[in-house]
Every structure is written in C-alpha cells, then in structure tokens.
C-alpha cells in the first residue's frame, strides 16, 4: 500500500505543508518529497550521501531518486572518479522551477477534473 497522499488529505488544510503538498501534486511518497527536500540543500550528493543524511537503505534512496527523475523533480550527473569508474551526483530541480512544475501539474489535473464534470451526464442526453 502506498503512503502517498491524495487530494482528500488537503481539502480543508488551511495551511498544508509544501512537502505534503508537493507528495499530493506529484504523486508520490513522503519519503520521496523529503529526498527531494534534502538535495535541495546538499545539491550534488552522491546515493551513499543520501543514504546517510535521510538514514535509509541505499537502495530505497535509489528508487527515490528513480521517481524524483521520472517527475523532472531531480537532475543527475555522472562524474568520472580518477581511479577509474563514475559515481552519479543528484541536484534538486531548483525551487522556483519545481513550484512551475507543480503549478502545471496542479492546473492540467483541474482542467481534467472540469472536463470530466462538464462531460457527466452527456451521455444520459
């Protein structure tokens, strides 16, 4: 089950979190807006960086991340280590274009949920 909100769990906050608000936009979990939360202010963090700072498995920071990259919530970066091999580095979509995002995602559910309003009943005509 997931522990993503919904729309329900804000009609009526007066005041809602950005984190609830940003889970409820996006559709994802808590524990998914905290990583995004978090790389806000460690902007290039390695998964094991993460893993330490949220204290959670590296591999559920991985799944997070994977979300936070489908949701274009998150960037990432391959840098070459001199040993030889890569480590990816994480950086939070900055602030002001992740509050567009949410605004163009809040606004295209509403238009959906006006045109499914306007469309009930049509077929009873």
Request: charged share 35%; hydrophobic share 35%.
């Amino acid at each position: 089950m997931s522990d993503a909100p919904d729309i329900e769990e804000l009609v009526g906050v007066e005041e809602p979190e950005f984190q609830h608000v940003l889970s409820c936009v996006f559709g994802i979990q808590d524990h998914e807006s905290r990583t995004y939360l978090v790389l806000l202010d460690n902007p290039g963090s390695t998964v094991a960086e993460l893993a330490a700072e949220l204290d959670r498995d590296r591999s559920n920071v991985n799944r997070s991340l994977t979300t936070l990259l489908d949701k274009r919530l998150v960037e990432r970066e391959r840098r070459l280590l001199d040993p030889g091999g890569y480590v990816y580095q994480y950086t939070a979509t900055p602030l002001p274009e992740a509050k567009e995002l949410m605004h163009r995602t809040l606004d295209e559910w509403a238009d959906r949920v006006h045109d499914a309003i306007d469309d009930f009943g049509t077929e009873r005509e």
